[in-house]
């Protein structure tokens, strides 16, 4: 079976993941797609980020018509936790998941392409882009070329290659020597989750951008509203909005940089 790994912060989920998700199972035939949120990305470290059972109890909402768009506790904070890691890294997720697979299964990797902009500065990106296959879900305005360039330089193509990139749309795929980059072209959904965390705080209609049951599901625990709180919720508020939240905390604690952990010197 083919299977797919898509990692993100989901900060919420919205109708765009979705989107993409489908695009990437019905062209590359995937059986499974496991939706992995984050605990502490750590490309994303600046943002502070709504607890993880509120984004995993988001994704789970989302996904409940969906047989085979499942959540995953891969990156749970008791997983990272128990494996004495401070953050959760893509290349350790994709090889504890890989574990689990069967001989004649075939991994890819999901992401969108301003995500994968980035890939260079995560942790062992050689050896994850050598992992497994990775499908690149573009976005309007991104050029093969981007994609391309955005290769750490051991897996770079030569300036001149690139450059034949340049004017050609982020389609098609990139084989180079260990690794394959499919480009999924064919969706064009502008949500992201800042819109919707955006349009959540100033009190806008989000049922556009995100399932039904989520947009309940954030009315109910008034999350990405500022200094709002339900009252039963046992979480501490550390909405987008909210100052003092427990990621930063630990960001402050521990210095993540390039994908690397260090615990600050005191
Ligand atoms: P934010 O706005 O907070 O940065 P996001 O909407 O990009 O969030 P993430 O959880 O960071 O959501 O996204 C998970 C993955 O989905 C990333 O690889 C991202 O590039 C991709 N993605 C998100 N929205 C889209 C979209 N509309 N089209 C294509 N890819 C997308």
């Known amino acids: 079976m083919n299977v797919a790994i898509f990692g ?28 992995v949120p984050a605990d502490i990305p750590p490309h994303k470290q600046k943002q502070p980020l709504t607890p993880y059972y509120h984004r ?6 989302a996904l409940a ?10 990156e749970a904070p008791e997983v990272i936790q128990s494996e004495g890691a401070l953050a959760s890294y893509s290349i350790d ?6 574990r689990r697979l069967k001989k004649s299964d075939k991994l890819f990797f999901l992401i969108g392409i301003d995500a994968f902009m980035d890939i260079a500065k995560w942790r062992s990106p050689v050896e994850l882009l050598r992992e497994c296959e990775f499908i690149v879900a573009s976005r309007p305005g991104f050029s093969l070329s981007q994609v391309a360039r955005a290769l750490p330089e051991e897996l770079r193509p030569a300036a001149q290659v690139a450059q034949i990139f340049q004017k050609q749309a982020a389609t098609g ?10 480009l999924l072209d064919e ?7 800042t819109k919707v965390r955006k349009a959540a705080s100033s009190g806008r209609k989000i049922v556009s951008k995100v399932s039904d049951a989520v947009a309940e599901y954030i009315r109910k625990e008034q999350l990405y509203k500022p200094g709002q709180k339900d009252p039963g919720d046992a979480m501490p508020v550390e909405s987008p ?9 630990r960001r402050k604690e521990f210095h993540i940089v390039g994908g690397h952990a260090h615990r600050k010197k005191t």
């Not at 979705?18 to 496991?34: D, H, P, Q, T, W």
């Not at 795929?173 to 499919?182: A, N």
């Not at 909005?241 to 905390?249: T, V």
Request: no cysteine; aromatic share 10%.
């Open 241 to 249: 909005n909210a100052a003092k939240n427990a990621p930063e905390q």
């Open 93 to 98: 997720t994709v090889r504890r998941f890989k």
């Open 56 to 61: 995993y109890a988001m994704l789970a909402l």
């Open 187 to 193: 969706v064009n959904e502008p949500d992201s989750a």
């Open 65 to 74: 018509g969906e047989k085979n768009f499942i959540p995953s506790l891969l």
């Open 173 to 182: 795929e990139l084989v180079l020597s260990g690794t394959t980059i499919h």
């Open 8 to 35: 993100g912060t989901f900060d919420p989920v919205h109708r765009g993941h979705v989107a993409v998700a489908r695009a990437a199972a019905e062209r590359f035939k995937l059986g499974r797609i496991y939706f």
